[in-house]
């Protein structure tokens, strides 16, 4: 079977209908973008994609451990230390003991890692609007509920 948007001399995975390949195609073209869009912006903020990330989920959350932190950022404790390392160096994060407990290590934005955060989420949020603006709150919601869905069917395969 063959999609009208498939490239042509690329067959089709066994088992796979044409409309689910061009979805998921559709799917990592979005994601590939989206990608390229978080790089453009950390570069224009002098930093790294995953430290956007970070950035807005210490603000979210600020003081958070680095144990939570990496789980926020779906990342292991031993890719965080490094970053953590970079983004303290660069004035951007203070990491500090916990008061009541010495073996945790708390993080905290600076004032200039503050002010990086913030422009990182005015970007995002320009980005947000330019990306959805032209979907119906209807569409919205249906976009939603099928992430959702196949997001769910994935973690259901990894955790087989």
Same mark, same amino acid.
Not at 56 to 74: D, N, P, V, W, Y
Not at 88 to 105: H, M, P
Not at 107 to 122: E, F, I, N, S, Y
């Given at each position: 079977?063959?999609?009208? $948007? $498939? ?5 089709? =995975?066994?088992?796979?209908? *044409? ?5 998921? #195609? &559709?799917?990592?073209?979005?994601? @590939?973008?989206?990608? @390229? ?5 950390? &570069?224009?903020?002098?930093? $790294?994609?995953? @430290? %956007? ?8 959350? +600020?003081?958070?451990? @680095? ?6 950022? #779906?990342?292991? =404790? ?9 983004? +303290? ?5 203070? #990491? ?15 004032? =200039?890692?503050?002010? &990086? ?6 970007? $995002?949020?320009?980005?947000?609007? *330019?990306?959805?603006?032209?979907? %119906? =709150?209807?569409?919205?919601? +249906? ?18």
């Amino acid at each position: 079977m063959s999609c009208s $948007h $498939h490239p042509p001399g690329h067959p089709l =995975p066994e088992g796979v209908d *044409a409309e689910s390949a061009e979805a998921f #195609r &559709a799917f990592k073209r979005v994601m @590939q973008l989206n990608r @390229q869009f978080v790089s453009r912006l950390a &570069a224009e903020q002098g930093g $790294h994609p995953a @430290q %956007t990330g970070c950035l807005m989920a210490i603000m979210g959350h +600020e003081g958070l451990t @680095q144990s939570q932190l990496a789980e926020k950022q #779906r990342i292991t =404790p031993a890719t965080l230390t490094p970053m953590l390392q970079r983004m +303290e160096k660069a004035g951007l994060v203070e #990491r500090y003991a916990d008061a009541d407990d010495q073996r945790v290590t708390r993080v905290r934005l600076t004032k =200039p890692g503050m002010k &990086a955060a913030h422009d990182h989420a005015h970007a $995002h949020a320009e980005y947000l609007n *330019a990306a959805m603006g032209s979907l %119906t =709150p209807g569409d919205r919601r +249906e976009f939603t509920r099928l992430l959702t869905l196949i997001g769910d069917n994935v973690e259901k395969e990894l955790s087989r």
